[in-house]
T-cell receptor
Framework: ETGVTQSPTHLIKTRGQQVTLRCSSQ?????VSWYQQALGQGPQFIFQ???????GRGNFPPRFSGLQFPNYSSELNVNALELDDSALYLC????????????FGQGTRLTVV | AQKITQTQPGMFVQEKEAVTLDCTYD???????LFWYKQPSSGEMIFLIY??????QNATEGRYSLNFQKARKSANLVISASQLGDSAMYFC?????????????FGGGTRLMVKP
């Protein structure tokens, strides 16, 4: 148990729709990151939030957006879904810097049809 | 150029034997961290071991050890006394301190299969 929970675990959406994925971080962690993992590949960094502000972003278009709340929970929003958005979405919480590892949730598997 | 390279898409190992999973990395930063994660079929990424770029000794965590060769930019994971439960995907990842926060760059992974 990492203390990081994601919901829902599975989701099926239609191309063009919008989706919101949720993450509850480990207690005391001030940073949350989101990753997209396509089938058979390593996770790709989407973006990171620190104290409710985005402070890093990978190579993803603006239709991927997020929020972090005062209780360190977080949302990932994806607009105008495309078939290639089908993937496992992983949330990770951590403390900034140092030797601290990122703790991952079990992921949300999104299928776009 | 890829920042993290895992050249072994799949590996077999006999139960109770040791296995080495390869990882090479590329960075111009002086300060960085290297991680190994295990991902079973359930999907969750499980932290295994960490090595900082300034750590003089190789990291060890139980049956896991990291063979860190800084000049060669390699950070291989060694699993001793393999168990059937070790069958999973293994990912090497790097955190470059100069980059934003805790962004991790992952390799493509190695699927380890432990034979009874």
């Amino acid at each position: 148990e990492t203390g990081v929970t994601q919901s829902p675990t599975h989701l099926i959406k239609t191309r063009g729709q919008q989706v919101t994925l949720r993450c509850s971080s480990q207690s005391g962690h001030n940073t949350v990151s989101w990753y997209q993992q396509a089938l058979g590949q390593g996770p790709q960094f989407i973006f990171q939030y620190y104290r409710e502000e985005e402070n890093g972003r990978g190579n993803f278009p603006p239709r991927f957006s997020g929020l972090q709340f005062p209780n360190y929970s977080s949302e990932l929003n994806v607009n105008a879904l495309e078939l290639d958005d089908s993937a496992l979405y992983l949330c990770a919480s951590s403390l900034v810097g140092g030797k601290t590892e990122a703790f991952f949730g079990q992921g949300t598997r999104l299928t776009v049809v | 150029a890829q920042k993290i390279t895992q050249t072994q898409p799949g590996m077999f190992v006999q139960e109770k034997e040791a296995v080495t999973l390869d990882c090479t990395y590329d960075t111009s930063d002086q300060s960085y961290g290297l991680f190994w994660y295990k991902q079973p079929s359930s999907g969750e990424m499980i932290f295994l071991i960490y090595q900082g770029s300034y750590d003089e000794q190789n990291a060890t965590e139980g049956r896991y050890s990291l063979n860190f060769q800084k000049a060669r930019k390699s950070a291989n994971l060694v699993i001793s006394a393999s168990q059937l439960g070790d069958s999973a995907m293994y990912f090497c990842a790097m955190r470059e301190v100069e980059n934003a926060g805790n962004m991790l760059t992952f390799g493509g992974g190695t699927r380890l299969m432990v034979k009874p």
